[in-house]
Every structure is written in C-alpha cells, then in structure tokens.
C-alpha cells in the first residue's frame, strides 16, 4: 500500500503567530491544526435561538438571535466548548446587556494576517479595512494599492504591532488571534475592541474558509459572505473523493530537535488527505493538535513511503540536496531516493490567503499527485531534482 509523506505539521502554529515575525521560522516549523459541527451555545439569554443551518463546518463560532439582539458567539477551540465571547447589533428597542459586546451598525476593522485580509477582499469589504499589519506578507495588489495611497495605513511594528500607529489609525475593531502573543486585555488597555479569530485552529478546509461569514457579519456582508462561501463549498465537495480505506496511506510531519511532529487524526490537513482520496496514517489518533515520536518511530513507519509533501517558507525552489542537508537519514528514504517529493512554498505563493480561501485548489492539487498526475499546480509542485 502507498504511502504519501506530507511535512505539514508546522502548519498550525505558524498561524498561531503569523504576525511575530521575529521567529517566524521557529514557528513554521510546528503548525497544523478536521471534521464538522458546532458546539452548542451556553448560557444563553432567554429566548435567545440558534440561527438555524448558517453555520455548516466550522465549531469556532456560531449565530444567534432573540428578541433583543442577533449576534456571534466565539468559541474557545483549544480547551473545549467554553465561549471566549459574544458580539451582537441590537434590534430596535433592545436593551444592553451584560457579557455582550455590542457593534454599531458601521464598524472599521485593522487586521493582522493574511486570512482575514483576504476575507475582508472576498466579500468586498475593503473600504471597512482601516488598518493592517505584517504587510511582508501579503500577495494582494488590491491591498497594497491602498497602503501605498494612505487608504489602508500600515501598523506594523519590530515584532509585533506598533501601537501609536493603531492608536492613530483609530478602528473600531482590532481582529486578533485569542492565543497568541498580542492578549486582548493590551488592546482593551489601549481603547481598542479585540475580536478573536481563530480559523487556524478549524478541523476541516471548509471550516476555515467558513469563518468569512463571521467577516461577513461584521461588516454586514452577510450575504455576500454566504454566497462566496456557497460556491467554496461546492467546488471542495465536487472534489472531494469518498472515504477510500483502500487509497493510499499518506504520512506528514516536521522534524526538530530530534523529535517528529505530526498533525493528529481530527486537524484539517488529514481531512485534506482523506478528501484526496487518501487515508491518514495517524487517522487513529484523534486530536486537533500535534503529536509527537521520536524519530526512530516515524523512521521505521516512513521507510515504506512512496512519496514525501512539504510545505516551506523560503526565497526559490527546495531541492533534494537541500533536503538531505538536514538529516542524512532523508536520502536513505525510498521516496527521496525515487525522487517522489512534492512541495508548497509558502513564501512564493498565497497559502495563508487564497490557500484558505479555495481550498479546492489545494485539494485539486492532491487528488492529482496521489495519482501521480501531470497537472497545472495551484500550491503544491515536484520538487527539483
């Protein structure tokens, strides 16, 4: 039986602290962080109701409305179903209430990462993005138009953001990631609402595109978000293959410090896998984060793999002896020898935006090299030999 070996598992905390680019290689090297469902809503104020079918995958946040008011709740992804927080327009007549943060109609947003920048894009909402960070990284030419005419100023800061410039730049809402290293308590300090986002932390590809409804909600881009979101959903699960425990198995993970970090069963790379027609080899261990072996486990399993995936973050195209540099025992692998390695550059390609946007590009690109197909590739390709 084939197996695929996939470097992914540093995907998920590169997300988790996009934005800290002072050691932002430190982090690539252990992100990845897949399934369906919500959690259910707690505590709710009487009469309040779930909105019903609004949201189909994503478990970080949800809709509801009652009498007073109609909102979001966020959901704390890391340590289980406990609310982070809620956010609500009032109905005519509504009255404030305790634990609910309350928007006004019209709200300016400052962003610091290149997912929620192309969410605010998609749903056309640019002319709401007052301000953002990490500029570096952005690939859109709409976005960097704006900084360049003053439309959209830039708040990056050595390290982290620079707060005189988001003082100055004065937006109603700061989006921030609610584990990482900028707290909510700075921004409350300094005047500034904070809204978590943690659609890095989803299970499932179409659970993290599916947070561009939340976007959508705060910039009352309802429905252009669900439409966007509509027509993700449709080109994914057009592609998407059926469960398949014949396919090929396919292995990921990321070497560091004599360790090997390899995303769980319930992360929305092995759910990428399985759509591709591929089973996980690590399906079995049903957690949304990384786990750990030593090295000489995940040798004797990857000894048989045909095929080695890596996604980098790095100036022109990763070679073999690039590979083999960083540990010798890579080139004793059948897969490296058979020259069967496939990759992502992060740096050259739009990964963090339209790679969350249309994961059915990422998926296309899969279902093609587990079959070993030519293709027109969106994020992933051969590797030099």
């Known amino acids: ?73 966020l959901y704390d992804l890391v340590n289980g179903s406990s609310e982070l927080s809620r956010w609500a327009r009032l109905k005519s007549g509504g009255q404030k209430k305790e634990g609910v943060h309350y928007l006004d109609s019209e709200v300016t947003i400052a962003a610091q990462s290149t997912t929620q920048m192309a969410m605010i894009e998609a749903i056309d909402g640019l002319e709401k993005l007052a301000c953002a960070a990490y500029l570096d990284y952005i690939k859109s030419n709409a976005i960097l138009d704006l900084v360049k005419t003053g439309e959209v100023k830039d708040i990056s800061g050595v390290g982290e953001i620079d707060f005189e410039k988001l003082i100055l730049c004065n937006p109603d809402l700061m989006l921030i990631y609610p584990f990482g290293y900028e707290s909510e308590e700075k921004f409350k300090n300094a005047g500034i609402e904070s809204v978590p986002i943690s659609e890095y932390l989803e299970p499932h590809p179409l659970g993290r595109s599916e947070w561009i409804k939340m976007i959508g909600w705060l910039l009352q881009k309802d429905n252009e978000a669900e439409k966007i979101f509509g027509e993700i959903e449709a080109k994914y699960l057009d592609i998407a293959k059926a469960k398949n425990q014949g396919g090929p198995v396919v292995f990921t993970g990321s070497y560091s410090g004599g360790n090997w970090y390899a995303p769980g069963g319930d992360t929305f790379m092995a759910q990428f896998i399985e759509d591709a027609g591929g089973v996980y080899l690590f399906e079995d261990e049903q957690v949304n984060e990384n786990i750990t072996l030593p090295f000489e486990l995940l040798y004797s399993k990857a000894i048989e793999a045909d095929f080695w995936s890596k996604v980098v973050f790095e100036k022109g195209d990763l070679t073999l002896d690039q590979l083999a540099a960083q540990d010798q025992r890579f080139a004793k692998l059948p897969c490296f020898q058979n020259s069967n390695v496939f990759y992502c550059n992060a740096a050259e390609t739009d990964y963090f935006g339209e790679g969350v946007m249309q994961p059915h590009l990422i998926l296309e690109d899969l279902v093609h090299l587990l079959n070993e197909e030519d293709f027109d590739h969106h994020f992933f390709k051969p590797i030099e030999k």
């Open 1 to 73: 039986m084939p197996i695929i070996v996939f470097s992914g598992a540093f995907l998920f905390r590169l997300q988790y602290f996009y934005f800290m680019k002072q050691i932002f290689v430190v982090f690539f090297l252990v992100l990845l962080c897949c399934s369906c469902g919500n959690y259910p809503i707690e505590n709710e104020p009487d009469g309040s109701q779930q909105v019903d079918a609004t949201v189909r995958w994503a478990k970080g946040f949800d809709f509801y409305a009652n009498n007073n008011e109609e909102g979001i709740v």
